[in-house]
């Protein structure tokens, strides 16, 4: 059926700023307006490095580890808009990470999992710096202060802790943000969800706190109309290597560095930062 001149765009009309990401309607909106290809911004290019000995595919054996981390930040970053190469494990020794490392000089991000702490294997923040600079070692965050961030060639380097949810919580906070100003755009505010704490969560004065947390609906029964409908339950708070903390949970409760933990009973926030990506 015909319908009138200029009912849906207008001449003239403007439709999408710079750094709009496109949905499938916003393709359907620009073909019905007459552009059959608009310019677009480069998909980000990662290469993700997992790395230590200890590190195995699959079947491990006493002492040996399933590789997981690099699995898990390949798969988010592609979540997040880039074309991502999830590299075999490389071994805790200087020479073959500054080997993997230069190798991926050709991606816009590099991204590492593991050997980032202080023990006799953590040799990655001395690569780097060997080879290029570092930035950033350590942060105030938990899980996930000793995270390392660096240049090689300009090419960014993040380096990720080996704890499973440490690494999480950084490529969320780092990696995320940085794909999203490499393709021009900012990062979309996780959802939220307004509940009732269950139990005190504690934290540590000057340090940002990511405390993960299932969600259970409260009882409607005497509910002012104002109040949270959920019931926030601490997953766990420390143990930054139990995945399922993380992977079983609704969200986490982000606790300012400014805190010295919330009180059981506060209305806290629940960002859900696995739905939007």
């Known amino acids: 059926m015909a319908r009138p001149v200029g009912e849906d765009v207008t001449e003239g009309q403007h439709l999408y700023d710079v750094g709009h990401r496109l949905r499938p309607s916003d393709l359907g909106l620009l073909r019905s307006a007459g552009y059959g290809s608009v310019a677009v911004a480069t998909q980000p290019t990662v290469g993700v490095i997992p790395t230590g000995e200890e590190l195995v595919a699959a079947d491990p054996d006493p002492g040996e580890v399933v590789e997981t981390n690099g699995l898990t930040v390949s ?10 190469t999830y590299r075999d494990v490389v071994t805790d020794d200087p020479e073959s990470l500054r080997v993997a490392i230069q190798r991926d000089l050709t991606k816009d991000v590099i991204v590492t999992t593991g050997g980032t702490s202080v023990g006799q294997r953590d040799l990655l923040p001395e690569v780097i710096d060997d ?24 090419t960014p380097v993040l380096a990720l802790p080996g704890y499973p949810v440490a690494c999480i919580v950084n490529a969320v906070q780092f990696l995320r943000p940085t794909l999203r100003w490499l393709e021009g755009t900012a990062p979309d ?16 004065p000057g340090t940002r706190t990511f405390a993960r947390v299932r969600l259970e609906s409260r009882d409607e029964d005497g509910l002012g109309r104002d109040d949270p409908s959920q019931t926030a339950i601490p997953t766990r708070v420390s143990g930054s290597g139990v995945l399922s903390s993380v992977a079983l949970a609704d969200g986490w409760v982000v606790v300012d560095d400014d805190c010295e933990g919330i009180p059981a009973g506060e209305t806290v926030t629940v960002q859900h930062w696995e739905v939007n990506l």
């Open 75 to 84: 798969r988010l970053a592609q979540r997040w808009g880039a074309r991502t």
């Open 131 to 154: 080879i290029g600079e570092v930035l950033v070692h350590g942060v105030g965050l938990k899980p996930g202060h000793p995270v390392c961030l660096g240049l090689v060639e300009e």
């Open 189 to 204: 505010p996780h959802p939220t969800t307004r509940a009732v704490l269950e139990r005190k969560l504690p934290s540590e």
